[in-house]
């Protein structure tokens, strides 16, 4: 079960569980500042940052020009002199523009420098589409970042993940990108589905990166998954549970590190794998998942299939991103396909 | 001095932009009510009006020939129209439909119509590149033809922009590129993005000509357009020219722009640029009736494109997988039939 049913009463969206961390770890140390575009006055157009700039005003909530290269370099910079920023470019398909500050300089100086500079920076964007806003602003790219060596890769999927991963995320010492995926945040103009509402502890606590969670056990089928995926997975494991089909759910949480271990164990139980991704299905992380599976224990598996966008950009028509972003019946297709591939 | 004739093309650019983003909004409204749910409704995603803004297009474009090009950023409605884009494939478009100018594909903030050279990104000061790769190919070529780079006044803090200055400087090329200063980069007025109030200015930089228009004003806009575009096609080089605009809407529909004071917003409802053209023509013998004939001709246009396109087929699920390459590889597609790991083993 989820670690976050029953702990409090209190329920949070994701957007104001992550706010809620950020703000504990400005009040708890001076060096954690927040820079990013419409992050002030905005509150950050995925409610990202809403009311922080009122507790912590512009010195240390900063709005910045539309210069990627300059303030996510200039991240890099201070998070070297010891800060601890927190950047956000709002959504991940933006990052591109910046991407040598990105994966040659915050991803590689650690190692250059023979660990004698370190980066402790936070990097958020949003990520993913299901909302027809096409090719250049629905991308999820985790296989893009969790692909260069270097950089931690966290992907929330509840509000209780979301605030233990961020404290996690803003006192780790090294760079990590947290890519939150906009129909998980619970704004008002974006629906999100009814799961990553939950309960949230007011204290801090943090969630260790690495650690995949099981948000639904089930003997049949390993469904290996992250971000919105997770809600779309477990409601195919709730109509799949009405086939007679007991499907376990395993929440990812992180890409770098990845939790190769909890995979494992769920197919060495179900001996059958189900990896869902919203990224381009090639070079990508259902290939990961099942490479890692398939090098550790072979025997473990009898029937593998991925689930993840075709190898084409998002499309923007509905009927087309419909076809490519994988849904609910998406899963309980390639479900099925496992089971009946003895 | 701008002749009637051409003030009557300029309103007439004018109108039909206006109207057609009043049109929009009301299409892209519906189904989005009572809660606005963004992908709801015969429009989803996002939509960026350029209410306000229309002076800078058809002040510029109306200097340009099909086979210029023009480059526009995620706000590019009334760009396109102005360039002479087909409104009807363009409205089909964004309506996400299957005989739109990208089947459907591309949506509002990328719209491509290569009968008329006109191209767009949603990835802000990345249009500049291209035009200027555009410029290039036509100087290489020895052709007169000319490029336009369309960008806001929150886009020239961008790397793109900056380096596609110098490069078009540098290789002298046929290239204009117009920052439509409308006073707002989303919930970032101008002045906390730049200390330099005329971003005009940044052309000294670059040795080249900077020109400023502060007035929403076609007229004035047309005519800093004629001598910078003529400098292009005269092989003269590129110029940085910057037009004051403005906002009237929100960034885009849906931006409840808590971040804007009430004066900020009436500010910019009363500087509107179709108003001063409309007394210009005026006080050049064009009465009640001129105006209104202009005026119904592009609402006519407008509908008439709308109708069309809801009209139009939604593309087939499958069309999704096309279009990736022009030349697909034989025997790849992108929904491959999954692998059987029993057969792979050769365990059964
Ligand atoms: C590289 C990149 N960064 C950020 C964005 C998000 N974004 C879209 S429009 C915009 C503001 C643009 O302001 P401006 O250039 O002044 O144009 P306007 O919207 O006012 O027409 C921003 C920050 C983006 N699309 N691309």
Redesign the interface.
């Known amino acids: 079960m989820s670690e976050s049913e029953g702990v409090v009463d209190r329920e949070l969206t994701m957007s104001r569980a992550m706010v809620e961390s950020i703000a504990h770890e400005m009040r708890e140390n001076e060096e954690v500042f927040y820079m990013g575009e419409d992050v002030a006055d905005y509150g950050g157009i995925f409610d990202s940052t809403q009311g922080l700039l009122d507790e912590f005003g512009r010195d240390r909530i900063m709005d910045v020009p539309i210069s990627e290269t300059a303030y996510l370099g200039a991240a890099v910079g201070a998070a070297q002199e010891g800060m601890r920023p927190i950047a956000e470019l709002m959504f991940a398909d933006f990052f591109g523009v910046a991407m040598d500050q990105i994966y040659n300089q915050l991803a590689k100086n650690t190692y250059m420098s023979g660990g004698n500079v370190n980066v402790p920076l936070v990097l958020t964007a949003a990520v993913g589409g299901t909302y027809n806003d096409a090719a250049q602003h629905s991308q999820t790219l985790y296989g893009t970042f969790a692909h260069v060596p270097g950089l931690k890769l966290v992907v929330p999927s509840t509000a209780y993940d979301a605030k233990g991963l961020m404290h996690n995320a803003i006192r780790d010492d090294d760079p990590v990108m947290y890519l939150f995926h906009k129909r998980l945040m619970g704004i008002g103009w974006m629906p999100a589905p009814d799961g990553p509402k939950t309960p949230v502890p007011e204290t801090d606590y943090t969630i260790p990166f690495g650690s995949a969670d099981v948000k639904r056990e089930g003997d049949d089928v390993t469904v290996v998954t992250l971000g919105l995926h997770v809600h779309r997975a477990l409601d195919a494991a709730e109509s799949l549970a009405a086939e007679g089909i007991d499907a376990e759910v395993v929440d990812l949480r992180s890409l770098v590190p990845l939790d190769t271990e909890t995979v494992l164990e769920s197919v060495r139980k179900t001996g059958r794998l189900v990896v869902v991704d919203e990224d381009y299905r090639s070079f990508g992380v259902t290939g990961e998942i099942i490479a890692r599976v398939a090098d550790r224990d072979l025997d473990a598996l009898d029937a593998v299939e991925r689930v993840a966008v075709p190898d084409v950009p998002i499309p923007y028509a509905r009927p087309m991103e419909n076809e490519v972003i994988p849904d609910a019946d998406d899963i309980e297709e390639r479900v099925r396909a496992v089971l009946s591939a003895e | 001095m701008v002749s009637v004739g051409k003030m009557r093309e300029l309103y007439a650019d004018m109108v039909t932009a206006r109207y057609y983003e009043e049109r929009l909004q009301e299409e892209y409204l519906e189904g989005k009510q009572p809660?606005?749910?963004?992908?709801a409704g015969p429009i989803?995603?996002?939509l960026h009006l350029a209410a306000g803004q229309e002076a800078a297009a058809a002040g510029v474009c109306h200097h340009l020939r099909p086979d210029d090009t023009v480059t526009a950023p995620h706000r590019p409605h009334h760009v396109a129209i102005a360039k002479g884009v087909d409104l009807k494939r363009m409205t089909a478009?964004i309506f996400?439909?299957k005989t739109g100018l990208?089947k459907?594909?591309?949506?509002h903030?990328?719209l491509f119509d290569p009968d008329v050279n006109f191209a767009c990104?949603?990835?802000?000061?990345?249009g500049c590149p291209p035009a200027a790769g555009a410029a290039l190919a036509a100087k290489k070529r020895n052709e007169d033809a000319v490029a336009v780079a369309f960008l806001g006044e929150?886009?020239i803090?961008?790397?793109?922009f900056l380096e596609s200055l110098n490069f078009a400087s540098v290789h002298d090329l046929p290239v204009v590129f117009v920052v439509e200063d409308n006073d707002w980069?989303?919930?970032?007025p101008k002045e906390?993005?730049?200390d330099v109030e005329d971003g005009s200015d940044r052309a000294a930089g670059f040795d080249m000509p900077g020109v400023r228009v502060d007035r929403d004003d076609a007229l004035a806009v047309y005519e800093a357009a004629g001598e910078a575009v003529g400098r292009a096609r005269d092989r003269n080089g590129p110029t940085l020219l910057e037009v004051q605009v403005h906002r009237r809407m929100g960034h885009f529909m849906?931006d409840p722009q808590?971040?804007r004071s009430d004066e900020d917003e009436e500010a910019a409802l009363a500087r509107d640029s179709i108003d001063r053209l409309e007394s210009e023509l005026r006080d050049h013998g064009v009465d009640d009736d001129g105006l209104a004939g202009i005026r119904e001709d592009a609402e006519a246009r407008v509908e008439e494109a709308i109708a069309w396109a809801k009209e139009q087929p939604?593309?087939?699920?499958?069309?999704?997988?096309d279009d990736?390459f022009v030349n697909p590889p034989s025997g790849v597609t992108?929904?491959e039939p999954?692998f059987?790991?029993?057969e792979v083993?050769g365990d059964e």
């Open positions: 809660a606005f749910d963004i992908s989803p995603g996002e478009e996400g439909r990208g459907g594909k591309g949506g903030m990328h990104s949603g990835i802000i000061a990345e929150g886009a803090d961008q790397g793109a980069a989303i919930s970032m906390r993005v730049t849906g808590a971040y939604q593309p087939a699920p499958e069309d999704a997988h990736v992108t929904d999954e059987e790991l029993a083993n």
